[in-house]
């Protein structure tokens, strides 16, 4: 079964930084996408970062260009998202996703193929 695990979140200040990791198994395709989302309470759920797994094309929302960075260690089929300089704002809950066709991006969440269950970030000002 194909399984997608969100970790690292937690409770920092604002100026600090979290690592999230997302381990992907019983993956069979060669490539595919994972995308990070976020969802703050009383919004919608929004595209925060992606990375293809093949190439290492990246991808930002505007919110976090700069200040997140997203990553891939492929032997140990994991991705991070590495978040700096935080923010109040940034406070959601945190899902990765697989995007088997990647063609989804940021902006078509409805084309992830598989979600993970998130992982809680606060960050206090």
């Known amino acids: 079964d194909v399984q997608l695990q969100a970790s690292g979140g937690g409770l920092v200040q604002a100026g600090g930084s979290l690592r999230l990791s997302c381990a992907a198994s019983g993956f069979t395709f060669d490539d595919y996408a994972i995308g990070w989302f976020r969802q703050a309470p009383g919004k919608e759920r929004e595209g925060v970062s992606c990375i293809s797994r093949g190439d290492g094309s990246t991808y930002y929302a505007d919110a976090v260009q700069g200040r997140f960075t997203v990553s891939t260690d492929n032997a140990k089929n994991t991705v991070y998202l590495q978040m700096n300089s935080l923010k109040p704002e940034d406070t959601a809950v945190y899902y990765c996703?697989?995007?088997?066709?990647?063609?989804?991006?940021?902006?078509?969440?409805?084309?992830?193929?598989?979600w993970g269950r998130g992982t809680q970030v606060t960050v206090s000002s």
């Open positions: 996703a697989a995007d088997l066709t990647l063609t989804a991006g940021l902006s078509y969440q409805e084309l992830y193929d598989y």
